[in-house]
């Protein structure tokens, strides 16, 4: 019988080997770029995550204190990988959030300029009770709420000048209390720390000679500080910086201000000036014509009871001043005390063809002659004309807070929604 076993040659097996760990190294190859894929996936829904939640602690850090501490801050519904801390800290009139979240080594980080957020029907004007009603003359216009006195509205006469529209106010009435609505606890007191105490530290001095200092808000704030007057002329500053001077600051139109802080007893902001920032000041803020002042700027007076009881009376020259066609996009403020019983006068005067997006809070008398798109929360109102002044009267006025953006930001009311006013970083 012939037998039936065959040789295989040795070169089929080494072959049939070679195949093998050809196909055992794709296998592999197949797996470890399925991990490979999963792994890049999952660190970059986690890298999105990260990123999607620094976004939304920022507008949950209204639930933290001042404080120069950095803080954990619970998120719900969030991955318990990822870790979210903030800190919370003042910038002029707003707050300051830094937000930091991270996933293993990764870490993500965002900066935003925070302010109250707007009603879902804004006030267009909140006068405060004094005992008079309001008069409207001339071609005045207030459109949307209004919260008045209980002696109401009526139509005046200002200089043979009655009122020319149909209806004295195109929106609701409901009554306004004593006082102004509240801001957040401590604000003005805060805003006297840029007045009287801040100083630059050593290694952190802004040269203003300088033609361009920018200091991003991912850094430590830097500064300058005088005793004397500072004139800010062809120089570009931007971002984390303050300037301070014991008596006068003034903005020449070849200055480019941006998101920086100025304090002084007197602010002059020259005609045609543009940038966008805060002007802090204790006696005096004069804003040229024709300026143009972006989102979110700030002006705001805290007049001090010396420069109060020094011009008193109804001649005195206002202590914020608006020129004629200026345009300024965010909050003008004027915190003084109260007005007694014929010491009126003329805190906030804005001219007949300027324009304020966003907020006039006068705890004074404020004379509008121009346009606000937005609100107005005034103690009182008043009107020089003809060399008399008409107190709780608005003549050639108009308010509008229906066209205000419903994502503007502004000062920081008390028991208010907090909003992102801008992105830092």
């Not at 602690?57 to 801390?85: F, G, R």
């Not at 830094?98 to 300029?113: D, E, I, P």
């Amino acid at each position: 019988m012939r037998s039936l076993k065959k040789k295989i040659p040795a070169g089929a097996l080494q072959f049939v080997l070679f195949t093998a760990a050809i196909i055992a190294l794709l296998l592999l190859a197949a797996v470890l770029l399925f991990y490979t894929h999963r792994y890049f996936i999952t660190q970059s829904d986690y890298r999105l995550q990260t990123m999607l939640v620094a976004d939304r602690a920022i507008h949950k850090t209204a639930l933290l204190e001042i404080s120069p501490d950095t803080l954990a801050l619970p998120m719900d519904d969030t991955d318990d990988a990822i870790q979210v801390s903030a800190n919370l800290s003042r910038w002029g009139i707003f707050t300051k959030a830094f937000v930091k979240s991270r996933h293993r080594k990764k870490v993500f980080t965002r900066c935003g300029l925070i302010g109250s957020g707007t009603d879902p029907v804004p006030p267009s004007l909140y006068l405060q009770q004094s005992g008079l009603p309001l008069v409207v003359a001339g071609n005045t216009r207030i459109e949307g709420p209004v919260a008045l006195p209980p002696q109401g509205v009526r139509t005046g006469n200002i200089n043979g000048h009655s009122y020319y529209n149909s209806q004295m106010v195109y929106g609701s009435i409901t009554a306004s209390d004593a006082l102004l609505p509240p801001l957040t606890a401590g604000t003005e007191n805060y805003l006297w720390y840029y007045l009287r105490e801040y100083e630059p530290v050593q290694g952190d001095i802004v040269d203003i000679h300088q033609e361009k200092q920018l200091q991003s808000f991912h850094r430590p704030v830097k500064g300058f500080y005088s005793p004397s007057a500072i004139d800010l002329r062809k120089v570009r500053l931007s971002g984390n910086i303050i300037i301070r001077s014991d008596t006068r600051i003034t903005v020449y139109r070849d200055a480019d201000l941006h998101d920086v802080i100025l304090a002084a007893p007197e602010i002059e902001i020259k005609t045609g000036v543009n940038g966008n920032f805060q002007a802090i000041a204790d006696n005096r803020i004069i804003v040229g014509d024709s300026c143009r002042l972006d989102y979110p700027s700030a002006l705001v007076l805290l007049e001090n009871i010396d420069n109060q009881q020094q011009s008193l009376g109804t001649t005195g020259d206002p202590g914020i001043q608006v020129g004629e066609k200026v345009s300024l996009s965010g909050s003008v403020c004027y915190f003084g005390g109260d007005t007694a019983a014929g010491d009126y006068r003329v805190n906030v005067y804005l001219a007949g063809s300027s324009l304020i997006n966003g907020e006039i809070y006068c705890r004074g008398m404020l004379e509008s002659r121009g346009t606000v798109t937005g609100s107005v929360y005034a103690g009182y109102l008043g009107v020089r004309q003809g060399g008399r002044l008409f107190i709780n009267h608005l003549y050639d006025a108009n308010i509008n807070s229906e066209n205000l953006p419903r994502a503007f930001g502004g000062i920081p009311f008390e028991n208010r929604p907090k909003t992102v006013l801008k992105w830092l970083y």
